[in-house]
């Protein structure tokens, strides 16, 4: 494995082993972090946005290219009418208040997920951050939002059917470039904050090889200190995506 990492100094460019292409986080935690200031959740989700901004430029400064977060999964909508309405409501909000600085810091912004059952409204801020964004090239954040991994898995499916691909002519390649991360390489790194030790129906495809960290921070707390403990975690894993470090592959006539 050999990655990139970017310097000012755009002539300059080192190769580094240890740094993860691309990063996914599940943001759990909102809730709880708000609960515990004796405020209403949304108020966790609002700091959630901050915290999202700054991560996104402290994993563009260590040479990140993709950072990939679960903002509202496709089982989202069983929440409160309330809650599933402010975090409608904060797309907006984020977008007017972040999307110039994101924009003009490089980050290109990519949304994934089933646009359909979302208001005109939100899918217009999105195609709003998206255009604006499209030529930037430093880090790729892609956003998914009422996003699931098996619904991804389908939809892929379907897209390949409607585009004539046979059966046979069918493989792991071929399904992946219907999936809706076809834009980036598979996440090296998967981190869950909040605690909880689960996928939650994230990435299910493109987390087959990630490397997982799951930390007790609530994710408005997570900062720089929590992403690069993590980042310490990922180089020090031993990545052998099922075969043996040092050892030649064998071929299949040889079984
Ligand atoms: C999980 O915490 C978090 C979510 C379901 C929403 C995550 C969304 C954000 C951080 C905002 C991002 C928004 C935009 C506009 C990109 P939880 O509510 O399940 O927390 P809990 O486990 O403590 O209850």
């Avoid at 209403?40 to 563009?60: E, I, M, Q």
């Avoid at 912004?109 to 801020?125: P, T």
């Avoid at 892609?142 to 059966?167: E, L």
């Avoid at 909040?194 to 609530?218: I, P």
Wanted: aromatic share 10%; charged share 25%.
């Amino acid at each position: 494995m050999s990655l990139s990492l970017k310097s000012s100094n755009p002539n300059l460019v080192e190769t580094r082993a240890d740094i993860p292409r691309h990063v996914a986080i599940v943001m759990d935690g909102n809730g709880r972090w708000a609960k515990k200031r004796f405020m209403p959740r949304f108020f966790g989700h609002k700091a959630g946005v901050d915290s999202l901004v700054k991560t996104v430029l402290a994993c563009a400064d260590r040479g990140i290219d993709y950072l990939t977060v679960y903002a509202f999964s496709s089982e989202n909508w069983k929440r409160p009418t309330e809650e599933v309405t402010g975090l409608m409501g904060l797309v907006l909000v984020a977008v007017a208040k972040y999307l110039t600085k994101l924009a003009d810091k490089g980050v290109r912004i990519v949304i994934v997920g089933d646009r359909n059952q979302v208001s005109d409204k939100l899918r217009q801020a999105w195609e709003q951050a998206e255009s604006l964004t499209k030529d930037n090239t430093r880090i790729t954040l892609s956003v998914c939002f009422n996003y699931g991994g098996r619904w991804d898995i389908v939809q892929a499916a379907r897209a390949a059917m409607q585009a004539g691909v046979k059966p046979e002519e069918l493989d792991e390649t071929k399904l992946a470039s219907f999936m809706s991360l076809a834009h980036a390489p598979d996440p090296d790194l998967f981190i869950r904050t909040g605690g909880e030790l689960r996928v939650s129906n994230f990435l299910l495809w493109q987390a087959a090889y990630s490397e997982f960290v799951f930390t007790d921070c609530l994710w408005p707390d997570f900062g720089e200190a929590e992403l690069d403990a993590a980042l310490a975690s990922f180089a020090r894993r031993d990545r052998r995506f099922g075969g043996v470090k040092d050892a030649p592959a064998a071929s299949l006539q040889s079984a």
